[in-house]
């Protein structure tokens, strides 16, 4: 602000960053354009839960800061998951050199330097790429996710919601798209048709089209992302014997031709995560810390129902131990709604060569709290390897604003050599676990008779389908999840003969108040809480809301809660 004076910006920030608990130092402050060791600028590591933002234009730095802080997490002892866009982040296997320049860098900040390797697991998406093979069936990753990388609109959502509700209740695994594609084909065919009428929002023309688009996805070679063995998240939280935590490298080489699988394919990993992991409250470290790289891939284009899942997760996953910060180009990339909750902020240089970058500059400055720093110039100005940064203090308040420059990591900042990549993976843990493929029995050998690549025999019998003239009591099952919840006698009506046969027609049935339907007013509830596409689905099915359907929060459903 006008009128401070150097000496008075500078004890601002030394008190504002002055901190009891362990810290993740992140660099030096500058002051008045002069750099200054004795005001570090540090992230107190209990906070790193309340999730952050590291943000900036190409080039500025982004993925050496959260290399650098992804080092000082695991030497606390805190895992790490990374998405390795580039593939520079592995680096972190191999020690780095020192040379002058670094040593005048790390000199200037006050940074005791010593090049050094961490411990580090290479995953790769379906084993596309350097690593081990990351791998989720189909019902895991659940219909909302799966709607999302087939593009499908909210009536398309909301169908394949009744397929995999179908598939649940019948025993069908889908544990790959063949799978998927198995149960779509019996329900449109003679045989499955009765059961296709049952599901009453499905449409044999909007199946079709699903269809298509999952033979698209397979066309596209998509089909290696699903299938067992599934990957069990639990593997994140893993530390190393000496008790540094273990930093977890997903790669993706092929980035550019699948974006919307790579960033829907990390938030089923927060997903499953958010569903498994206990309550944890306020911790002294955070279980995890998940840097979600690109982060602009997972909101183009999204759905409501899909954005307020990704609201819902983020909010609520911070009880359970886990720190999630997004990296991007400017904040205007993530919705406001997420943005609100990203405490900590890490600001790179932002460009101001359009009349669009001006306003994505100004609309960034505003989202800070006060400062001795005109935003506007700090940020258009700072150098490579320099932030703008203010964080959460210990007692939860917002430190001051400080332009910093920032530490520089002590591994080797780029890619490691890919003989320390191939040793890596091939002395990994988890590469007998995760390394073969296997294909056991699930939906497709059901439905077609056919034998599996697995050993043992295929079971080969059909789900239960209604008989001709024979229809599910779907309002006895009504009655028993109604007493189940509620605690009391159902107060739903029997179907009497009339109504029965209007189902088999195909007919709807007379609308019902939610006064004369408690349950219908509870599928509604319960529809909202779970998403739009959720909802439509409730209201479909209105009666069949048992266990089926209390899937995650974004329909995903993980082999170990199905046991």
Known sequence: MAGKTTAEKLATIQKGYTLEGATIELGA???DGELRKDAPVRLPLAMMNRHGLVAGATGTGKTVTLHMMAEQLSASGVPVFLADIKGDLSGLATAAAGNEKLAARTESIGQPWQG?????????????????????????????????????????ESSLQLVFYFADKNGLELVDLKDLRAV???????EGKHALEELGGLSKATAGVILRELV????QGLEKFFGEPEFDTAELLRTAPDGRGVITCLELPTLQTKPMLFSTFLMWLLADLFEDLPEAGDLDKPKLVFFLDEAHLLFNGASDAFLEAITTTVRLIRSKGVGIFFVTQTPKDVPAEVLGQLANRVQHALRAFTPEDAKALKATVSTFPLSDYDLGETLTSAGIGEAVVTVLNEKGAPTPVAHTRLRAPESVMGPSDQTVVRSTVAASALLPKYGTAIDNPSAYEK????????????VTHKPPVPAAGETPDIDEEARRIEKEILGRPSSRPAAGPDER???????SRPSRSSADDPMADFGGVLGGALGGGLKSMARSIGTQLGRELMRGVFGTSSRRRRR
């Open 184 to 190: 779509i084909h019996f329900l449109t065919s003679a």
């Open 116 to 156: 050094k390797a961490f411990p580090v697991e290479f995953l790769a998406l379906g084993g596309d790429g350097n690593g081990v093979p990351v791998r989720a069936t189909v019902s895991s990753f659940g219909p909302l996710l799966l709607s999302r990388i087939m593009e499908l609109n909210d009536t398309q």
């Open 447 to 458: 439905l077609s008779g056919k034998p599996s690549a697995s050993t043992g025999p295929a």
């Open 29 to 31: 402050a500058i002051i």
């Open 501 to 507: 046969r209007r189902t088999r027609a195909g007919e």
């Open 216 to 219: 698209s996805l397979e066309a």
